[in-house]
């Protein structure tokens, strides 16, 4: 088991930021691929980001390209999702995920955290 743990969400305006963060107490990452999921209002969970701990190639969904960037600090072994520019459509639960294999499907995670809620008003 991976015991993963969001944080950071909250209520802000279009055109603000906000940094989430991921950790999984007691258990090392290096050997997973991690990822961010959101799930919006009325919606099917949508593919955020994703990178391997230990370094890579990062893959971002289209609508975050440029404005959302993911970052781990492994002595800290905490992931984080920079999320800038944020419109009103990026309002969602957003998830924490890790997995073996590096994708945008939600299937190849095995590991998922309980969101964090991020509400962006216009």
């Known amino acids: 088991q991976v015991p993963l743990v969001e944080s950071g969400g909250g209520l802000v305006q279009a055109g603000d930021s906000l940094r989430l963060s991921c950790g999984a107490s007691g258990r090392t990452l290096i050997d997973y691929v991690m990822g961010w999921f959101r799930q919006a209002p009325g919606k099917e969970r949508e593919f955020v980001v994703a990178i391997p701990w230990s370094g890579g190639r990062t893959s971002y969904a289209d609508s975050v390209k440029g404005r959302f960037t993911i970052t781990r600090d492994n002595a800290k072994n905490t992931m984080f999702l920079q999320m800038n520019s944020l419109k009103p459509g990026d309002t969602a639960v957003y998830y924490c995920?890790?997995?073996?294999?590096?994708?945008?499907?939600?299937?190849?995670?095995?590991?998922w955290g309980e969101g964090t809620l991020v509400t962006v008003s216009s």
């Open positions: 995920a890790a997995g073996r294999v590096l994708s945008t499907d939600q299937k190849d995670f095995d590991y």
